[in-house]
């Protein structure tokens, strides 16, 4: 059974790999079957995600069913070979001393594994994982067989799908992988295929424009990841995720594995937890798109509508959420970090809508959706209890289905309408293509959490989680308190009590460790010094009324867009010609499937409480801090009255304003005035950064351009003009008299024969 | 065998007779004196050798001497062969004619100036054909009343 | 006959610089130019004299009179007529003055004692290859003289080339003749080494098989050896049998060879035919 899991876990990111390779080699010859072996191998691999999940299922409902307990965690590892091994990578310099508040030797009561660095290539299958995974291959399929329909007469058709395989190989790694540093060649490689695919059409300036604008903001969050995974392996020794068992009988421990899980002090706060915890955050801003390295999302619409709705909605921004979530032992040590996740995410969540209500591109609205949607999960990853946790999953796997509809019917719209997008331009769909309007409404509905659709139910832990840590006396037990509660923050002496300064710890740090002692102590009620400061129900009250009104928001600028583009007057644009019609049904049954899990999906995940109780036996959420935070399953009445009533308010508003209107009657936002103008101009983002950064850069590049023009390109022609000189100088001698040639060697032997016999004179 | 004074001074002329011969050759425009200033350095050669063989008495010397005399007449007769050519192809006897294997953007060396044929030439006494009396000149005829 | 009991002065540096700076001079002074006028041509066969005998005197070493007085007039007939040869004007005249230089050459190869070679001399060169040159230039050239013959090219550093190389060549003749010739350059004479090694006079020598078919060369084989010629055909035609083959050889290829040359050659004469007589 473990090495049949085994095997098919391999196969998951195997078979699109497979896939990419048979049409990077094939497609020319294939033509317009160009599709089948990336279809193929996704599909395959989404089959094989299935039965993983399954099987994971399986073993995680062998186990007992108290909520409150901390699940057994359930993990698979496998490992397919060693790829990099450094000796004595560690040396005795790096060890810590009592001083040097640095990184905690490798855990309590192992032996140092003598400071060897070693990458293995290891995969592990665990629910987090089983579920990711699942999603990725599920929805790259989808993707995958609408885009048969969508880029049917692209000239760069082998090539799309190529991309699309090779980005689900690379997606898939990356949440398979079980050690940071594979976490993080993928994460670049997931970069590079956003790059490939949003410049697909590279002709088109603005399009490679975007790309490279994606890739270099991306280079940002990478180089926060980069930092992290050093400072994570100079704290912990390991960067793999698991336990190894050396040969030796000693074991590693793994900054994920069993044995740091189950330690109460496994992990290391205070400042270098912190920096961690916030590198790996910036790591996740640049990758899904966050505040204030959300810039490249909305001009990634430049792309295919197939590649925006895999990449950029359902998939590859979500990598900053399992970035987190995977750490979430690391972060729920930290609670300043986790308040800063939080107000990260509340923050870019409300602007993001903001912005979106003045829109009048239909693909901007959903990228600034997406943007929005990932800071709902932002918010509730940071509350660090474990139905915030659970809770951003959920959402991130409704959001995934709901969105990646939403994008796909923008993408039928798009097709229909000969590429015009502008939502001004056209009207009254629903009676041009009944389908594509009726999946599209139900994917806004379950973006705007109108009940019983899934965005309904994941909205609805979110702000439940948030409330919970608002009110946290509201809510009871204490373990629905701040997440700063349990876990000691272990410090760098690994033991108690001693409160000696360093140069490296702030102040915090050590008032904290002078009041270790108890465990399970009541942590509202202690002091938080820096950045920990944060972490107070106040911050929290304000996250959950920013919250509330960006669901408003989100439903009114969903509806909003339905409204324009289904509604009124038929409308459409000369561009259309002949194509405006439905779409064929390589394009509408994705839509249609979607559409069906859009609907019921919430639901049923909650009702049953299938996804909490599974992703609980996931082993970076078995960590005692987190599994302590467990609530039961309840559905919360009051929570969802006001999330319910903030979506009606939202609707209403956008139906007085567009509902049967014609689209481009004028807008609403005319009565922002001023502020409609900083939101339709993106709070200026891209203006700042273009004075802040890229003009500076481009200043420099144009010095170092000139200096290379003109002084090395200048050196070298020069050297170059040696040999030339010398030679008009030399060839004067060759006058084709042939007395003075021999006159000239007759000289050159006379010299040679002085020279010696100057040498040898007596 | 001769002895080592003598040796010196064979070794001498031998020396001279090249390095005159090198002059000739690198300077001389005209193929044929060219050529006569070559045969001039192989006399040297030719006596440096006999010199050498006679004072160690090793006949090799002199024997390359004899080869050295044979092959001189075989490039004798072909040189001039190959002169004659060059003659038929410019017209002149000059080494200067032969400039085509020059760079490609130098001029051709051409003579500026020349001296002037200095050459007296010489007066010929006319002689009247046969069986014909010479005209008397009197003003030329010395005193003589009988011959 | 020891080279080194006839005491010799080692070659004075300042001497040889002065004889290869009037050879230099006088030569330049010589070769046919421009500015040539009678008074420096005059000068310049006086200054070429001056630098000979101050080779000489840096060179050579003073020995037996009656040798030398014979040697001393056949050289310098050879030498003088040498550096008429390329100095004069006129081809004809040059090739004239060769054949003095044929006579002279002649005359020192007799000297010391290369009967037949000297005598092949005036034979081959003055008999058939002097010949054939002025058929040559009765053919080309009958006027005798032309424009190109009355400059030469580059005069000066051929003339300093020459000199220089002399210099050199005379010191190192020098060297041989100094009282304390360097390692390098002593060479025993072989048939010193003979008599060293052998002292019985008339026992064989046994010198390495070279002139073994007849009587070996004993340590008298001087100036007056009438056998010079039979034995300079036994070395010959024994030892460098092969070599005199080959040499015949080589003779006939050079009369094909040329007779070729010219058939093919008159046919496209009338063609090529340029400008510029």
Wanted: hydrophobic share 50%; glycine share 10%; charged share 10%.
């Amino acid at each position: 059974m473990q090495s049949s899991a085994a095997n098919l876990l391999v196969l998951v990111p195997l078979l699109p790999l497979l896939g990419a390779i048979g049409t990077v080699l094939l497609g020319r010859r294939l033509g317009s079957r160009a599709h089948l072996p990336a279809v193929a191998g996704i599909g395959a691999a989404a089959v094989v995600a299935l039965l993983l999940l399954l099987g994971t299922a399986a073993q995680v409902g062998g186990g007992h069913g108290d909520p409150l307990r901390p699940a057994e965690p359930v993990e698979m590892i496998t490992t397919l070979w060693q790829w990099a091994t450094v000796g004595d990578a560690r040396s005795g310099d790096l060890s810590v001393t009592e001083n040097s508040g640095l990184g905690a030797p490798v855990a309590p009561g192992t032996a140092d594994h003598g400071g060897a660095f070693s990458i293995p290539i290891a995969l592990r299958l665990d629910p987090l994982t089983a579920t990711l995974l699942t999603i990725i291959t599920g929805v790259g399929l989808l993707v995958a067989i609408y885009s048969i329909g969508y880029m049917h007469d692209d000239p760069g058709y082998p090539r799309f799908f190529a991309l699309v395989a090779m980005f689900v190989f690379s997606m898939s790694m990356l949440v398979a992988a079980s050690n940071f540093l594979l976490v993080y060649v993928f994460w670049e490689a997931v970069g590079a295929c956003s790059y490939l695919l949003i410049g697909f059409w590279y002709t088109k300036p603005e399009a490679a424009r975007a790309a490279k604008k994606a890739f270099l903001v991306n280079r940002v969050g990478d180089f926060g990841l980069a930092i992290a995974t050093f400072l994570l392996w100079m704290t912990y020794g390991t960067l793999d995720f698991h336990d190894t068992h050396l040969a030796d009988g000693t074991i590693v421990e793994g900054i994920l594995g069993q044995i740091r899980l189950a330690d109460e002090a496994g992990y290391v706060g205070g400042a270098v937890g912190t920096a961690i915890c916030l590198l790996m955050l910036l790591a996740a801003c640049g990758k899904s798109a966050q505040m204030p390295l959300h810039v490249w999302l909305p001009d990634a619409m430049e792309g295919p509508t197939p590649a925006s709705a895999l990449i950029h909605a359902a998939t590859m921004v979500t990598a900053g959420i399992y970035l987190i979530t995977r750490s979430a032992p690391l972060f729920v040590g930290c609670p300043g970090a986790l308040a800063m996740v939080s107000i990260v995410g509340a923050t870019t969540a409300l602007v993001a809508a903001l912005i979106a209500t003045v829109q009048n591109d239909l693909k901007r609205v959903l990228a600034y959706s997406t943007i929005s949607q990932l800071g709902y999960m932002f918010v509730a990853l940071g509350t660090g209890t474990m139905l915030g946790f659970t809770a951003a999953i959920f959402h991130l796997v409704t959001h995934a289905f709901f969105k990646a509809l939403l994008f796909l019917g923008a993408g039928s719209v798009m097709h229909a309408m000969g590429g015009v997008i502008d939502m001004r331009r056209f009207g009254g769909l629903r009676h041009v293509m009944p389908i594509t309007a009726a999946t599209f409404l139900v994917g806004a509905c379950a973006l705007a959490g109108v009940p019983p659709f899934a965005g309904f139910f994941s909205k609805d832990e979110i702000l439940a989680t948030l409330h919970a840590k608002a009110h946290p006396e509201a809510h009871g037990s204490d373990h629905a308190e701040a997440g700063s509660a349990g876990e000691r923050p272990r410090d760098s002496f690994g033991q108690s009590g001693v409160a000696a300064p360093s140069p490296f710890r702030p102040a915090s740090m050590t008032t904290r460790s002078a009041r270790r002692g108890a465990p399970g102590e009541h942590g509202s009620t202690t002091e938080k010094v820096g950045l920990d400061a944060l972490d107070h129900p106040s911050t929290w009250r304000l996250l959950f009324w920013m919250s509330l009104l960006t669901a408003g928001l989100t439903a009114f600028y969903t509806f909003r867009a339905v409204f324009m583009t289904f509604t009124g007057p038929v409308r459409v644009p000369k561009e259309a010609g002949h194509h405006a019609h439905e779409s064929p049904t390589a394009m509408t049954s994705p839509l249609l499937v979607l559409a069906v899990l859009s609907a019921f999906s919430g639901l049923v995940l909650f009702v049953t409480n299938a996804l909490s109780s599974f992703l609980a036996a996931t082993p970076s959420l078995t960590a005692p801090a987190v599994a302590r935070t467990a609530v039961p399953h309840v559905f919360h009445w009051d929570i969802a009255i006001q999330g319910t009533l903030a979506a009606a308010i939202g609707i209403a508003v956008a139906a007085i304003g567009h509902l049967g209107r014609r689209s481009d009657s004028p807008q609403m936002e005319r009565y922002l005035g001023p502020l409609g103008t900083l939101f339709a101009n993106k709070f200026y983002f891209d203006q700042i950064y273009a004075a802040l950064v890229v003009k500076p850069l481009e200043a420099l590049a144009m010095v170092t351009a000139f200096f290379d023009r003109t002084i090395v390109d200048g050196t070298v022609d020069a050297i170059g003009q040696v040999p030339l000189a010398w030679g008009s100088a030399i060839r004067r001698m060759q006058s084709g008299l042939v007395q003075r040639y021999a006159l000239a060697g007759v000289v050159g032997v006379l010299a040679i024969v002085l020279a010696l016999a100057w040498q040898l004179r007596p | 065998m001769i002895p080592a004074t003598m040796l010196t001074n064979a070794l001498l002329v031998g020396a001279v007779l090249f390095c005159l011969g090198l002059v000739g050759i690198l300077t001389r425009r005209n193929l044929i004196v060219m050529f006569l200033s070559a045969e001039l350095m192989l006399q040297g050669v030719s006596v440096t050798l006999v010199a050498w063989s006679r004072y160690h008495g090793d006949w090799g010397g002199q024997v390359l001497v004899v080869f050295v005399l044979t092959v001189a007449a075989c490039e004798a007769a072909v040189a001039l062969v190959f002169v004659l050519q060059a003659f038929a192809r410019t017209g002149r006897l000059d080494a200067s004619a032969w400039q085509a294997l020059r760079e490609e953007n130098l001029p051709r060396v051409i003579d500026h100036e020349l001296p002037a044929d200095d050459r007296v030439v010489p007066t010929w006494p006319h002689l009247s054909p046969a069986g014909v009396l010479p005209e008397g000149d009197d003003s030329r005829s010395l005193e003589r009343d009988h011959v | 006959m020891d080279p080194a009991s006839t005491a010799t002065t080692a070659p004075s540096g300042l001497l040889l610089a002065g004889s290869v700076a009037a050879l230099a001079a006088s030569l330049w002074l010589l070769l046919p130019k421009a500015s040539d006028t009678v008074t420096s041509r005059r000068l310049g066969f006086l200054l070429g004299a001056v630098a000979l005998v101050g080779f000489a005197a840096t060179g050579r070493s003073l020995g037996c009179v009656g040798e030398d007085a014979v040697f001393l007039t056949v050289a310098g007939i050879a030498v003088l007529s040498g550096l008429a040869t390329i100095v004069t004007r006129s081809p004809v005249y040059s090739a004239i003055w060769f054949a003095m230089t044929l006579a002279g050459v002649s005359g020192v190869l007799l000297v010391l004692g290369a009967q037949f070679l000297g005598v092949a001399t005036i034979v081959v060169y003055a008999g058939a290859i002097l010949v054939m040159f002025l058929f040559v230039l009765m053919l080309a050239q009958p006027s005798g003289m032309a424009p190109y013959d009355r400059v030469s090219n580059e005069p000066m550093l051929a003339a300093a080339a020459g000199a220089v190389l002399l210099g050199l060549l005379t010191l190192s003749i020098g060297r041989l003749s100094a009282a304390e010739p360097p390692s390098c350059c002593r060479m025993p004479s072989r048939a010193q080494a003979v008599a060293a090694a052998a002292p019985a006079d008339g026992a064989a020598a046994k010198d390495d098989g070279h002139t073994t078919l007849i009587a070996p060369a004993t340590a008298g084989g001087d100036t007056g050896d009438a056998n010079e010629v039979a034995h300079l055909g036994a070395e010959l035609f024994g030892r460098h049998l092969f070599a005199v083959e080959v040499a015949g050889v080589l003779l006939l290829v050079a009369l094909v060879g040329a007779i070729a040359v010219v058939s093919r050659g008159e046919a496209t004469e009338t063609d090529h035919r340029r400008e510029g007589r």
